[in-house]
């Protein structure tokens, strides 16, 4: 029993602005810091968790027959080959008779709350049944988004009732960040967007084409010492959900080239 | 706001601004209309029906009043702000609410070219509940 887990919600509102890349990654960097991490599909009708890890050939069993008794809890976890500390639970699959409901995804939650320190979950995107299920089932959130207006309108969405059901804390992380663009005003900056949904920044994603190259072979950034900005940035999340206190990066900071410093200057306020 | 030499190109050239404020200043007011629930139409029966009330007591100035939604910090706020014409008050057409005698009402009433009061300090700021 690890009665200080953490049963953290994984949500964005809007799909395709990383969750599952996010979860994926986020799951093998804490894996990595020798934490015992289980990371649950919840999206049911399009799972796709799986395949971002690697894991799509190994699943045999889902939540759903664990709360159908027709198998164990251990029997449906699927530990990961290179990262042992971390395990993937799909709540059901695509096929299955009769939809979860948001006492079932409790239940498992609790489950997998008695053999792992964090318990992360990877919400469908939308705000209909399969949200109300995994909303259901978790303490804490991490909302992402990216700095976009559609992305920024769901976010704020789903925060609102993130605070309805309770949840807290909940934290933010600013996905496909270009910095050129935010430079030249192109770009929401990071302060508009955590003033606008006024939530804490727990992490600051650049646009990165390695994320691209790592879904495309099922290995997540954070598994080998990839040095890409993405997956440092992943790592630096893990770091800063263990407490550790790691600055942000500073998107302005990243192109520091003439035309860079030009920009720069450009954009300082002078009255 | 703030003036940066961009902006200021920006002008000299005849260009577009910079499109992260214009997305900004949308969000800002998308998202006090979804936070607050209301659809424009509601939004416009209230400000309609806000300006009749006030217009009972005092003159305003219908075209420069306005009623809008706001939102800072996860608060969203109704604004009204409503400038009046004239220092003299008008009889309540429904005459039971207006026991005071003319010259006491005046008093509390100052028009909107002598107020001694900032701008500001005559909007009215009703805090919104989250509806959900």
Not at chain 1, 10 to 20: A, D, E, F, H, N
Not at chain 2, 105 to 114: G, I, M, N, S, V
Request: hydrophobic share 40%; charged share 25%.
């Amino acid at each position: 029993m690890a009665p200080t887990t953490r049963t953290i919600l994984i949500c964005s509102g809007k799909g395709g602005v990383g969750k599952t890349t996010l979860t994926a990654n986020l799951g093998i960097a804490l894996a990595r810091l020798g934490v015992n991490t289980v990371v649950l599909d919840a999206d049911f009708g399009l799972r796709n968790l799986d395949l971002l890890l690697g894991l799509e050939n190994r699943i045999v069993y889902t939540a759903q027959e664990v709360l159908a008794e027709n198998c164990r809890l251990d029997q449906a976890l699927v530990k990961h080959k290179q990262e042992p500390n971390l395990s993937l639970l799909p709540a059901g699959n695509p096929r299955m008779l009769e939809w979860l409901k948001p006492e079932d995804m409790q239940r498992i939650a609790a489950m997998l709350a008695d053999q792992f320190d964090y318990v992360l979950i990877d919400c469908p995107a939308g705000i209909e049944d399969g949200f109300k299920n995994a909303v259901a089932a978790a303490k804490e959130a991490i909302v992402i988004t990216t700095p976009e207006v559609s992305a920024v309108r769901d976010a704020d969405r789903v925060i609102g009732l993130l605070n309805t059901h309770g949840v807290k804390p909940v934290q933010l992380v600013l996905n496909r960040v270009r910095p050129k663009m935010m430079a030249n005003q192109e770009m929401l900056a990071a302060d508009d967007v955590t003033d606008i949904l006024a939530l804490p920044l727990l992490g600051l994603v650049l646009e990165d084409e390695q994320v691209i190259v790592s879904t495309n072979r099922g290995e997540p950034l954070t598994l080998s010492n990839s040095k890409t900005p993405a997956a440092r940035a992943y790592a630096n999340i893990a770091r800063r959900l263990q407490g550790e206190d790691i600055p942000l990066i500073d998107p302005a900071k990243e192109g520091l080239g003439l035309r860079d410093k030009m920009w720069r200057l450009m954009q300082t306020k002078i009255f | 706001m703030s003036t940066t030499l961009r902006d200021i190109l920006d002008k000299l050239l005849g260009r577009q601004p910079a499109s992260a404020k214009t997305a900004r200043d949308r969000l800002q007011l998308v998202l006090a209309h979804d936070r607050s629930d209301l659809s424009p139409e509601l939004l416009d029966q209230m400000r309609r029906e806000i300006f009749e009330v006030v217009a009972k007591y005092v003159d305003i100035d219908l075209d420069e009043g306005e009623v809008s939604l706001e939102t800072e910090d996860r608060m969203t706020a109704l604004v009204a702000n409503l400038p009046i014409k004239r220092c003299q008050a008008k009889k309540p057409s429904s005459s039971n609410e207006s026991s005071l005698p003319p010259k006491e009402q005046k008093a509390t009433l100052t028009p909107k070219q002598e107020s001694p009061l900032p701008p500001k300090e005559q909007e009215s700021l009703l805090p919104i509940k989250e509806t959900e």
